[in-house]
């Protein structure tokens, strides 16, 4: 057997005291064109500290190797 769906009566005071919480969240969200522009600025900021860690592991790793070649004197 089928199970019959209920139905909710829902009164007109109730649904105008429903509809004032959802136009108050509409209105928090940000447009379309300002979330946009916080993902740009949060995937730029990535992409700059990402940068940022490759120089200083290339300095490291170029320091290292100039050390190490650095010509000794031999013992003749």
């Known amino acids: 057997m089928k199970k019959k769906t209920t139905i909710k009566v ?3 005071d109730e649904r105008s005291r429903q509809q004032k919480p959802t136009e108050d969240v509409a209105q928090e969200r940000k447009s379309a064109q300002e979330a ?17 860690k490759r120089r200083v592991e290339t300095t ?8 190490d070649a650095t010509p000794q004197a031999s013992k003749a």
């Not at 490291?60 to 050390?67: E, G, M, P, Y």
Request: charged letters at 25%.
């Open 36 to 52: 946009a522009r916080d993902m740009v600025a949060t995937v730029t900021q990535w992409v700059n500290e990402f940068q940022q």
């Open 10 to 12: 829902i009164k007109r």
């Open 60 to 67: 490291r790793a170029i320091k290292t190797l100039l050390s």
